[in-house]
């Protein structure tokens, strides 16, 4: 059963609080952005977390991407679109400088697996990148960057196979590229 509560203030829908089977979610329209609450389990290993993402690749082990003090948690996630109208190319750099200028940092791999979980249709609609773990994997000196994408994420340059053939898949960007308009950024509140 879900139950919704709505807090107004000046005729302005300020939050919309949905819960449901004790998940919550919390939608800021003032602010033009959609608020997540997941669940991080930080302290297990990758091989220990269940998955129900379709595809996750290998390189997701707690070598390359190590487990973080603190536990299990809440964290409260938001996609961004960062890009201004007619602007069709932003760098990496320039992507954590407008998250940071909008108070947030950019949401880590175990962040980007939690939200997937906790919202399973949002990266079918378009990739989303977690800037917050990197990995230098030795290729060619570029870290690779964690991102969700689905079967239906529509017209971008998400690269990977996994994301044209399964329905949602955490995987790696394993270039330093100007990101298009297509990608969303996953970021956390500080």
């Avoid at 997941?38 to 690749?57: G, Q």
């Avoid at 940092?105 to 990197?134: C, D, M």
Wanted: charged fraction near 25%; glycine fraction near 6%.
């Amino acid at each position: 059963m879900t139950r919704n509560a709505i807090i107004v203030h000046l005729g302005i829908v300020l939050m919309l609080v949905a819960c449901n089977s004790g998940t919550t979610r919390v939608v800021e329209t003032a602010t033009d952005k959609q608020f997540y609450t997941a669940t991080v389990d930080h302290s297990r290993s990758w091989a220990d977390l269940e998955t129900k993402i379709d595809y996750v690749n290998p390189d997701f082990t707690d070598k390359h991407f190590p487990s973080e003090p603190g536990g299990t948690g809440q964290v409260v996630l938001t996609q961004l679109k960062l890009h201004s109208d007619g602007e069709d190319l932003i760098s990496t750099d320039e992507v954590l400088k407008r998250i940071n200028a909008q108070g947030m940092r950019p949401a880590t791999a175990r962040e980007a697996r939690a939200y997937a979980l906790a919202n399973p249709k949002f990266q079918t609609q378009f990739p989303i990148v977690a800037l917050g773990s990197q990995w230098d994997d030795g290729r060619d000196g570029m870290p690779a960057k964690p991102y969700l994408c689905g079967q239906n994420d529509g017209p971008t340059e998400a690269m990977d196979y996994n994301c044209s053939q399964k329905q949602r898949a955490l995987v790696l960007d394993y270039s330093e590229h100007y990101w298009t308009s297509g990608w969303r950024f996953l970021a956390a509140r500080k």
